[in-house]
T-cell receptor, first 118, second 114 residues
Framework: AQKVTQAQTEISVVEKEDVTLDCVYETRDTTYYLFWYKQPPSGELVFLIRRNSFDEQNEISGRYSWNFQKSTSSFNFTITASQVVDSAVYFCALSEGFYTGANSKLTFGKGITLSVRP | GAGVSQTPSNKVTEKGKYVELRCDPISGHTALYWYRQSLGQGPEFLIYFQGTGAADDSGLPNDRFFAVRPEGSVSTLKIQRTERGDSAVYLC????????????FGSGTRLTVV
């Protein structure tokens, strides 16, 4: 069975600090997708990134960066120079199957509540 | 529409009553998903439609829950004999059958059973 663990439950930082959100996953599949979603107070889940299990190249997009390490089953997310608008709940998620990854059900972690103080 | 629309946004019902929750996906998205999110938890999968048919309903908790998508677009999640434990936010998402992006989620329906 698939499992996603987000050990951190709440993180509070001061604006402009860097913050890393941890995610560890378990799956017996050899091909899978990993996702990060953001859920602001409005409640809507906002897609941030998707990575497939064959692509361990880490990526930077603006203030966001991701570190995918298959050897440790981790998919961590870093926000550089955090801003108040980054305050939200962040979810890591896993889907099985490579060729149907976009359509397979997601298994979510419990989420990390990030508070960025001015 | 531009995004996934869910109605109503809030629903309060009495224990034992029947409710229907509606999801209007992005036009052209053939895949549609229902998830349930309890307070302080991540969303949990309920059911997945590809077109009109339910491709995977393994997440439905029991036979009080049922979902349809008769014309391959709008979907309705139906809950019979509601219980207080059904209180949660019900999220709908849609995606292209073959796409590189992630799912697009709606804002959800907050169901409260009193």
């Amino acid at each position: 069975a698939q499992k996603v663990t987000q050990a951190q439950t709440e993180i509070s930082v001061v604006e402009k600090e860097d913050v890393t959100l941890d995610c560890v996953y378990e799956t017996r599949d050899t091909t899978y997708y990993l996702f990060w979603y953001k859920q602001p107070p409005s409640g809507e889940l906002v897609f941030l990134i998707r990575r497939n299990s064959f692509d361990e190249q880490n990526e930077i997009s603006g203030r966001y960066s991701w570190n995918f390490q298959k050897s440790t089953s981790s998919f961590n997310f870093t926000i550089t120079a955090s801003q108040v608008v980054d305050s939200a709940v962040y979810f890591c998620a896993l889907s099985e199957g490579f060729y149907t990854g976009a359509n397979s059900k997601l298994t979510f972690g419990k989420g990390i509540t990030l508070s960025v103080r001015p | 529409g531009a995004g996934v629309s869910q109605t109503p946004s809030n629903k309060v019902t009495e224990k034992g009553k029947y409710v229907e929750l509606r999801c209007d996906p992005i036009s052209g998205h053939t895949a549609l998903y229902w998830y349930r999110q309890s307070l302080g938890q991540g969303p949990e999968f309920l059911i997945y439609f590809q077109g009109t048919g339910a491709a995977d309903d393994s997440g439905l908790p029991n036979d009080r829950f049922f979902a349809v998508r008769p014309e391959g677009s709008v979907s309705t999640l139906k809950i019979q004999r509601t219980e207080r434990g059904d209180s949660a936010v019900y999220l709908c998402a849609s995606s292209l059958s073959q796409g590189a992006g992630g799912y697009t989620f709606g804002s959800g329906t907050r169901l409260t059973v009193v």
